[in-house]
């Protein structure tokens, strides 16, 4: 039996997103809840708790481009054709919160709500152009002769734009954990007062989102609440409540880091409900890994690559995070 290096590269490609989305989620997330702190040294504060590692998050964002184009060039194919304005959206929004986050510490008393307003701007508009791509991937992709056949504004529908909302509210709830976690003071009790609404945002538009689904797309419910994978799938719905109530409970007795660790199993386990609901289709509704693969040759030249470099990717990333780990306090900082 021969390798199946779609099925690898199906698993990079699922975790390098993965990887972005906890990573640079908490990032932007900061930037959402820039206007709910209106103080100079709190958002300074804020800033700092991630100006050491913010430019290596979108590293995974890379990796995910990446793969898909040497792994799956008929997805990558589609999927931009699909999605050309959302994402050059998305990465003007990017290139706004990356510009702000360097001129706004640099920039005088007169210029600086400029590029605070930048950075808010820029992060709202990278998550929601995300949660839109995401969205209107779930719903699906018409394909012909191995092309996209949809028109350039086929994405802007009320179940997209509803999901770029609700990426909003989970990366704010992320990012407001993380503050919980380093931080102190002031800015850490704030959090706690807005922990538990974002909380129960989010769990609206999972329980949204989670009845729309199934109801709009038949194939989706089949796989759900078909015998037996109903009973194979119910520990996520009921582990998704379990993590919510704990998480609750973290918020309300001002724990410092539980509450951002609960986040991440949340973000993980609407993650996990996306992947049951799609796979193994890569261009949903009906194209999958296999369909949309390069050749086996192609695959296992650029798997040498990715397998030498990702141990790097990961060592670097996790003594990034160890080096500057604990709380970040105003005297201590990006400058």
Known sequence: MGIDYSLIWAVIIIFGVMMYVVMDGFDLGIGILFPFVPGKQDRDLMMNTVAPVWDGNETWLVLGGAGLFAAFPLAYAVVLSAFYLPIVFMLIGLIFRGVAFEFRFKADERHRPFWDWAFIGGSLTATFFQGVVLGAFISGLPVENRGYAGG?????????????????AAYALLGCTWLIMKTGGELQRRMHDIGIPLLGVLLAVIGIVSLWTPLAHGRIAERWFSLPNLFWFLPVPILVLLCSWA???AIQRYAHYSPFLLTLALIFLGYSGLGISLWPNIIPPAISIWDAAAPPQSQGFALVGALFILPFVLIYTAWSYYVFRGKITPDSGYH
Do not use: E, K, N, S
């Not at 350039?152 to 909003?168: E, M, S």
């Open 152 to 168: 350039p504004l086929d994405w802007l529908t009320p179940f997209a734009v509803f999901c770029g909302l609700g990426l909003i």
């Open 247 to 249: 998480l609750y409970r």
